[in-house]
């Protein structure tokens, strides 16, 4: 069962990998000539054409691709900097970013979604519940202006701008972040707090719950010590799922913010049509929620073993 859906898991990267190169060769116009300009002669385009290797067919390309990306090497972009230093500072960035924003949301949500669920139908469950929904609702560029107008522009707590440097010191880099970390702390928030709520809700009516309640077990140890560990692969899956947006789904917070992440640089890439930056950004994105839901599946199948053995 592990086995087949590791090789799910790179059946579906390489199907990906296909579809980014198809789209992104399918894109309007000549790359060359966007890059060089107008008052480019055809012989000076067509050189860098076959530099680029643009001339090639498509499914060469794909595989001379593919192959180096295998290797780590995502080739040169049209700037002349290898695509991986251009990437790797900014991937930096963007995990530095979705690592603090995890520490404090995951087991907020976690324990958000486990009082909720002691306090069912009651007023702080439907008051997290409301909450949660609005939160859901709300755009989160809408969020991150907000905090912006709120944080930086009326109480001058916080920069409005996130733009951190490796020379800078940890301090200015963490007062730099708050914004962007609050913003994506209250957007993932909501989402985990309701899965964790339903799934404790979906095992408290089954027969060893009742055990325990008969036992004179307290609720809040019900719920811990029984239904918790039961829920461990349905949670599992939804912190992924955020998780994969962390790093992947933060092109608009980083934009918003002008936070140097791997976001933002794949905004750039688009705006100056740079092929390579933009294959390997979305082949990272793509590898990101991949990894991320097949380690969700490996936490479910071994927290529950009977997944091991499918009818």
């Known amino acids: 069962m592990l086995l087949q859906r590791v090789a799910l898991g790179f059946l579906s990267l390489l199907?990906?990998?296909?579809?980014?190169?198809?789209?992104?060769?399918?894109?309007?116009?000549?790359?060359?000539?966007?890059?060089?300009?107008?008052?480019?002669?055809p012989d000076t385009v067509a050189a860098f054409r076959e530099q680029l290797g643009l001339n090639l067919p498509w499914y060469q390309r794909y595989l001379m691709w593919l192959g180096h990306a295998l290797t780590g090497d995502f080739g040169q972009s049209f700037s002349s900097r290898p695509v991986g230093h251009i990437i790797g500072p900014r991937l930096l960035n963007t995990l530095y970013l979705a690592a603090l924003t995890a520490l404090i949301a995951v087991p907020l949500a976690i324990g958000l979604g486990i009082i909720a669920a002691l306090y069912r139908n009651r007023f702080l469950d439907r008051?997290?519940?409301?909450?949660?929904?609005?939160?859901?609702?709300?755009?989160?560029?809408?969020?991150?202006?907000?905090?912006?107008?709120?944080?930086?522009i009326n109480l001058h707590w916080f920069p409005s701008l996130s733009s951190i440097r490796p020379s800078m010191h940890l301090g200015d880099q963490l007062m730099r972040m708050v914004l962007p970390v609050l913003t994506l702390t209250l957007?993932?928030?909501?989402?985990?707090m309701r899965n964790t709520r339903a799934a404790i809700i979906?095992?408290?009516?089954?027969?060893?719950?009742?055990?325990?309640?008969?036992?004179?077990?307290?609720?809040?140890?019900v719920v811990l010590r029984h239904a918790l560990p039961n829920v461990v692969g349905p949670i599992a899956s939804v912190v992924a799922l955020n998780l994969a947006y962390l790093i992947a789904g933060v092109v608009v917070i980083e934009v918003v913010f002008v936070y140097p992440g791997i976001g933002q640089t794949m905004v750039d890439a688009v705006r100056n049509r740079d092929i390579?930056?933009?294959?390997?950004?979305a082949l990272i994105f793509s590898i990101t929620y991949i990894l991320l839901n097949l380690i969700a599946d490996i936490i479910s199948i071994v927290s529950n073993p009977r997944l091991l053995h499918p009818r």
């Open 276 to 281: 390579p930056v933009i294959q390997a950004c």
């Open 187 to 192: 957007v993932i928030l909501a989402h985990m």
């Open 15 to 41: 199907i990906v990998s296909f579809v980014i190169f198809l789209a992104v060769s399918m894109l309007p116009g000549d790359f060359a000539t966007a890059i060089l300009g107008r008052s480019a002669t």
């Open 127 to 152: 008051l997290l519940s409301a909450s949660s929904l609005a939160a859901i609702s709300i755009p989160e560029f809408f969020f991150a202006y907000i905090m912006m107008l709120i944080f930086a």
């Open 202 to 221: 979906s095992v408290m009516s089954r027969p060893f719950i009742e055990m325990a309640h008969l036992k004179g077990e307290s609720a809040a140890r």
